[in-house]
C-alpha cells in the first residue's frame, strides 16, 4: 500500500480520513479519472493508522488497472492534494492505460461508465453532435409536444455556454400535457417511432425514456429523450426528478440558451429548473454528483415506467467498455456440441449472443444465423465483423423484458418456413424471472413446428466458486427447476445432463446443466 498522510490508495480503492461531504478527485498521471465524495460514497474500515474512508474502485475502472500509475487524490474544493505518489496495481510492468480504442482518455461518469468526455472530443464530433440535438427538438416540437434542453447539456449552456467538459452526452425533455403515467409511455414510444423513422438508432432504458444515437466520426454520441410530466401535483422528469414546488411556468413559455454559439430551445426559467434537478448548489461543478431521489418517488417512477430494464447497469458498461474484450474469440465448447447435433443448414438464433463468437462461429460453419442481445453495442460490433467476413449473420437488440419486442421477434421467428434452433449459453442464469417467462413465450412462438432450444446455464451448485467475470447478477438454476417451468409453459425436454467439465475457462470449472427443449405442437 502506497501511504500519504492524509489518504492511501490501494487494489481496492482510495481511503481518506473524513467522511465530511467533500468532493474528492483522482488522478491517473496528471490526468482526472474519477471522483467521489467522502460522505456519500465511502465507508468505513478498520485500518490502524491509517485513513479509514473507503471509496471502492468503480466496477467499470477495475479492468484498466494494470500496472503502475502516479495517482493524485486531492479535494476539489480547497486544492489541498490528499495523495501524490505511483502506486503498482500488479507486477505486470506495464502503465495503467485508461483510454480507448482510439487512445483518448477515458472518465468515470455519474453512472459508474467509462467515457470519453467531451473534453476530449473534437469540434467535428461537437457539431454533428449540437445539429442532431436541433433536429430532434425539431421533431419533438413537430410531434406536438414542448421540447427543451435539459439536465447536464442545459446545466453546460446556462454555466458555461458550452457542454460540461466532463460530460458525455446531450440531454433533452418535454413537458407532456397527459396526466396519467400509461399515457405518458404511449406518447414516449410514438416521438421513439418518430426517430426511427427519421433513420436513428434509438435505445430505450425505461417506457419514459430514450436514447437517439448520433453516429460520427469518433464512434458516436447520444441524445437522452425524457419524459416531464405532472401527476397529482407532483412534477416528474425522468430518470431522477420528482417536484412538489414545480409550476408550468418554470418551463413554459419556452425560451432560449446558448450552446457552442447556438441559440437552442430551452425552458422559460433555466435556472429554476436547474434548481429543482439539482438542487441549490447547481452553480459550483461537482462530476461526483448524484440525484438523492426521495424513496417513494423512485418506488412510483420503478412502478409506473422501468419493468423492462434488465440489469443496464451491469452489461451496458460491460459491452461499451473494455471489459468486452477479454471474452475469448474462438467458440464454447457448448456451440460445438450443438454443431455437432444439427445440420449445416439449420438455421440459429442466438439469444443473449454477446459478443456474438458463437453466433459468428456458427456462420462459419455455415448455418443462417441470426444473433440477438440486450445490448446495442454488442450486436452492432457483431454486425460489422460478420459482415467484413461476408457471413450469413445479422444481429439485432432484442430486451427481453419488453413483451412488445417478444412478441416481434416471437412473431418473426414463427412466420420463418423453417422453425429454426434456439440456442441460449449462459443465458437464463442472467435473466430474472420475467425475462425467463418471456424466453419461453419465445419459444412456444417460434418452434411450434419443430426445431429445439439448446440451453446452458450455471446451477445452484456454482453459486459459492469463484468466477472469472467477477460477481454480479446471476440466477443460479436447479436443473428440475428449469424443466418444471419449460413443462409449464408447454415445453418438453428431451436431454438434460449436469456436472463439471462442459464451460471451462482459464481456472473455473463451473457447474452448469446443457438442456434441450422442444415446443412442437
Known amino acids: 500500500m502506497a501511504e500519504h498522510r492524509l489518504a492511501t490508495v490501494d487494489g481496492d480503492g482510495v481511503s481518506v480520513g473524513s467522511a465530511a461531504p467533500t468532493v474528492v478527485d483522482v488522478l491517473f498521471d496528471d490526468t482526472w479519472v474519477w471522483s467521489f465524495q467522502s460522505g456519500r460514497d465511502t465507508r468505513r474500515v478498520w485500518r490502524v493508522g491509517s485513513p479509514n474512508h473507503l471509496a471502492t474502485w468503480p466496477q467499470s475502472l477495475r479492468p484498466y488497472l494494470r500496472g503502475t500509475a502516479h495517482v493524485t487524490v486531492r479535494e476539489r474544493t480547497s486544492a489541498r492534494t490528499l495523495f501524490d505518489d505511483d502506486y503498482a496495481f500488479d507486477d505486470s510492468g506495464g502503465r495503467v492505460s485508461i483510454v480507448d480504442r482510439a487512445g483518448r482518455p477515458l472518465t468515470v461518469d455519474k453512472a459508474g461508465d467509462l467515457q470519453c ?103 458516436g454520441r447520444a441524445i437522452d429523450v425524457f419524459a416531464g410530466f405532472v401527476v397529482e401535483d407532483v412534477f416528474y422528469l425522468l430518470p431522477e426528478v420528482a417536484s412538489t414546488t414545480f409550476r408550468p411556468e418554470v418551463v413554459l413559455p419556452l425560451g432560449k440558451v446558448e450552446l457552442h454559439g447556438r441559440s437552442i430551445v430551452a425552458p422559460n426559467n433555466p435556472e429554476a429548473l436547474l434548481e429543482i434537478t439539482y438542487g441549490p448548489g447547481w452553480r459550483v461543478p461537482d462530476p461526483s454528483f448524484k440525484f438523492d431521489v426521495p424513496r417513494w418517488a423512485r418506488h412510483r417512477l420503478d412502478g409506473w415506467f422501468r419493468g423492462n430494464d434488465g440489469n443496464h447497469d451491469h452489461w451496458w458498461p460491460f459491452y461499451f467498455g473494455q471489459s468486452q474484450k477479454s471474452v475469448p474469440t474462438e467458440p464454447s465448447a457448448f456451440a460445438r456440441w450443438v454443431d455437432g447435433r444439427e445440420s449445416p443448414d439449420t438455421q440459429i438464433v442466438d439469444i443473449g449472443t454477446g459478443t456474438g463468437r458463437d453466433a459468428l462461429w456458427f456462420a462459419r460453419q455455415g448455418h443462417q444465423v441470426l444473433g440477438l442481445d440486450y445490448v446495442p453495442a454488442a450486436t452492432e460490433r457483431a454486425g460489422i465483423l460478420a459482415d467484413e467476413e461476408g457471413l450469413p449473420a445479422r444481429f439485432k437488440t432484442l430486451n427481453l423484458y419488453d413483451a412488445r419486442q417478444v412478441l416481434g421477434i416471437g412473431g418473426e421467428l414463427a412466420h420463418r418456413d423453417e422453425a429454426p434452433v434456439l440456442y ?42 469463484e468466477h472469472e467475470f467477477g460477481e454480479h447478477f446471476r440466477r443460479y438454476l436447479e436443473p428440475d427447476a428449469v424443466v418444471a417451468e419449460i413443462e409449464e409453459a408447454g415445453g418438453r425436454v428431451e436431454y438434460c445432463e449436469a456436472g463439471h467439465g462442459f464451460a471451462v475457462y482459464k481456472q473455473e470449472d463451473p457447474h452448469v446443466c446443457r438442456l434441450v427443449a422442444t415446443w412442437r405442437l
Open 424 to 465: 441460449g449459453r449462459f443465458l437464463i442464469h442472467a435473466l430474472q424471472d420475467a425475462g425467463r417467462k418471456n424466453l419461453w413465450r419465445i419459444a412456444r412462438m417460434a418452434l411450434r413446428r419443430g426445431g429445439r432450444f439448446y440451453l446452458e446455464f450455471r446451477t445452484g451448485l456454482d453459486a459459492d466458486a
Open 117 to 219: 468526455a467531451f473534453a476530449e472530443r473534437g469540434q467535428a464530433t461537437i457539431d454533428t453532435l449540437l445539429d442532431a440535438v436541433e433536429d430532434v427538438l425539431g421533431r419533438l416540437t413537430d410531434a406536438g409536444v414542448d421540447a427543451f434542453l435539459a439536465y447536464g447539456a442545459l446545466l453546460g449552456a446556462v454555466r458555461e455556454g458550452r457542454f460540461i467538459a466532463h460530460d458525455s452526452d446531450a440531454d433533452v425533455a418535454y413537458l407532456s400535457r397527459h396526466r396519467t403515467p400509461v399515457e405518458v409511455m404511449r406518447e414516449s414510444f410514438a416521438l421513439e417511432r418518430l426517430m426511427i423513422e427519421a433513420s436513428y438508432w434509438t435505445w430505450r432504458f425505461s417506457a419514459g425514456d430514450f436514447k437517439v444515437i448520433v453516429p460520427d466520426a469518433e464512434g
